[in-house]
């Protein structure tokens, strides 16, 4: 979700001529379901929706909302965009919660601390480094399409000469479209895959978290038994 946090309200303002108040407002549909989706995740996981369900439907809203994305032009009106902008924040609110709640399940409480630090550092590092990955190959694809690197790197900056079509408009549009098919692709494969290790052990009763923590060695005898949300 940084990734087009980052990048979406740059191509607004310099493809689709919005002003930055309006493109922050159009955020807006993405940022918002981040604060209402984690109330009905842990409400549903409450009512025995696994963990696995919700985390996999979270990630294939992401997959599904940056391909419906690629609707995106320079001309193109706000209300086109609502749909996948909405399931991507929805996809993202889903997730928070839901992932950080299954991870700590599977720590004593006195690791809690140390788990939910390594969780950060992996979120936040991983962000940053995407960020600026996605940044390199946007410069890249744009280059490919409007013959100059230079000039890549002011339009990917928002920079097209107040021009909201032409060659570096369509450049943009072209080399964003690429970026968010490739990015659906990686989430559709991250789907299946966080699937499959979240399955519960072939010819085994449980969640993937009950049987972990079933298969915990045994400790002193003082330590309380861990529990499973």
Known sequence: ???????LPIYLVGAGGFSPQRAGTVLLLMTAPVLLAPPLAGALANRGVSTRLLITVALAFFAAGNAWLTVLGPDTHVAVIAGPLLMTGLGAGMSFGVADGAAMS????EQAGMATGFLNTMRIGSEAIVIAVYGAVLVSLISTRVGSHDLAARVAAGDLGGATSGTPAAGYTDAL?????ATATVCALGTTAIALALAPPRGGPGTPVAASASAAPASEETRPPSKVA
């Not at 599977?106 to 409480?109: A, E, F, N």
């Open 106 to 109: 599977l720590v004593q409480p």
């Open 177 to 181: 479209h690429t970026l968010l098919y």
């Open 1 to 7: 979700m940084s990734v087009p946090l980052t990048y």
